[in-house]
Structure formats: structure tokens, C-alpha cells
């Protein structure tokens, strides 16, 4: 099955900080892609919808200045957090659809979240 | 998208069938039901996804409603890895890639 890979798993940073994560569609084009955040035992939230080539959309209440997502080629898309501060602190997952065309057969798969820590 | 609506926890003997419901009454005629769990601190993992015909694939099985306002999710023969939370979503389709709206789920725990 088609397979998206996060990078890093886990980071540890300092207050003020940034933070880059990874997010690959290893088997796939995907056009759009997708980041959430997690906080223990809470439903996943979504943060904003990555667009290659084009600008990111937001959810409401998402900082785009804190949150710079960057989905530069089909298979690539950046999240990074900028000036970190421990309320940042969060599991963050990507998605990307497998978009085979029809509504019969795509799926969104997930990466495997990263977990990031900011002291 | 339609919200759902799953029980907040269920318990499942390990080799038993797992029975999980979902209600989802405002669902429209192009939203499809997808299934979703997952595993303590990982990404979530797609089961399966339906419109209105019942489907089976290698993980589970899903029965929609004639009506198509509520699924069951049935893993046959639940094991002890099947632990987890399991999230029922309704998702519209568009013709491009649309987001999943996740809801609180309901946490499957399976026990010996």
C-alpha cells in the first residue's frame, strides 16, 4: 500500500526555536497534503491543507506566520514551527491522498507523526 | 462534512467479533464513510471505506444502513493488536483530495 514517511519522529528543542518536519509520499504523487496536530488522548485536528505550487490553506484559529508550510514538489511537503514555544509542544501528522482518480479507491494515508517537545 | 456520533469506549473479548457503531444522520448523497484507528502514538491507520454498499477487505468489514445514517464496523476476529481508537468519518468528495474531519472515536479495547 502507498506509504508516507514523517521525519523526525521525535524532536527536542529549545523556547524560541524552529522546527522543520518531513513529510513524503514515498509511492505516490500527491498533490495536496494535509497537516494535523494531536494533544494527548484528543481527537486530531486539522491544521491546514498543503497545495503544491501554491499558497497553504489555514483552519480557522491556525497562525499561517507560526505554522509555514512549504509543499515545494509532488511528493514533499515542510511544516515547520516557527519560534517555538512549549505550548507548541504536540504530535504533529501528515497525510497525503493516493489519488488514483476515483472516490471508489482513494484513501488518505498518514505518516507516522512526529512528536515534538520545545523546553 | 456530516459529523459522526461513536460511543466513547467498547470492550471486545480477543477472538470475538468487534462490533463498532457509528451514527451518521446528516450524511449526503456524495459522502462516503471511512474508518480510521489508531495505535498509541502513531499515524492513523485507513480499515476500510464505503458509499452505500457493505464492503470487506483483509482488515474489516463495513455495513451501511439502507438509509446510509449509520455504519457498523465489524473486525471478525479481534486480537489483542487490535487495540485502539477506531474514528468513523463521513467525507464529501469533490473530485480533488478532501480532508478528513476527525471526531473523538471510540476506544476499542480488546482483552484476553
Known amino acids: 500500500g502507498a506509504v508516507v514517511s514523517q521525519h523526525p519522529s521525535r524532536v527536542i528543542c529549545k523556547s524560541g526555536t524552529s522546527v522543520k518536519i518531513e513529510c513524503r509520499s514515498l509511492?505516490?504523487?500527491?498533490?495536496?497534503m494535509f497537516w494535523y496536530r494531536q494533544f494527548p488522548k484528543k481527537s486530531l485536528m486539522l491544521m491546514a491543507t498543503?497545495?503544491?505550487?501554491?499558497?497553504?490553506?489555514?483552519e480557522q484559529g491556525v497562525e499561517k506566520d507560526k505554522f509555514l508550510i512549504n509543499h515545494a514538489s509532488l511528493t514533499l511537503s515542510t511544516l515547520t514551527v516557527t519560534s517555538a514555544h512549549p505550548e507548541d509542544s504536540s504530535f504533529y501528522i501528515c497525510?497525503?491522498?493516493?489519488?488514483?482518480?476515483?472516490?471508489?479507491?482513494?484513501?488518505?494515508?498518514f505518516g507516522s507523526g512526529t512528536q515534538l517537545s520545545v523546553l | 462534512d456530516a459529523k459522526t456520533t461513536q460511543p466513547t469506549s467498547m470492550d471486545c473479548a480477543e477472538g470475538r467479533a468487534a462490533n463498532l457503531p457509528c451514527n451518521h444522520s446528516?450524511?449526503?448523497?456524495?459522502?462516503?464513510v471511512y474508518w480510521y484507528r489508531q495505535i498509541h502514538s502513531q499515524g492513523p491507520q485507513y480499515i476500510i471505506h464505503g458509499l452505500k454498499n457493505n464492503e470487506t477487505n483483509e482488515m474489516a468489514s463495513l455495513i451501511i444502513t439502507e438509509d446510509r445514517k449509520s455504519s457498523t464496523l465489524i473486525l471478525p476476529h479481534a486480537t489483542l493488536r487490535d487495540t485502539a481508537v477506531y474514528y468513523c468519518?463521513?467525507?464529501?468528495?469533490?473530485?480533488?483530495?478532501?480532508?478528513?474531519?476527525f471526531g473523538t472515536g471510540t476506544r476499542l479495547q480488546v482483552t484476553l
Open positions: 509511492d505516490f504523487q500527491a498533490t495536496t
Open positions: 497525510s497525503a491522498g493516493d489519488q488514483t482518480g476515483t472516490p471508489t479507491n482513494e484513501k488518505l494515508f
Open positions: 446528516t450524511i449526503s448523497g456524495n459522502e462516503y
Open positions: 498543503s497545495n503544491e505550487g501554491s499558497k497553504a490553506t489555514y
Open positions: 468519518i463521513v467525507r464529501g468528495w469533490f473530485g480533488t483530495a478532501s480532508k478528513l474531519t
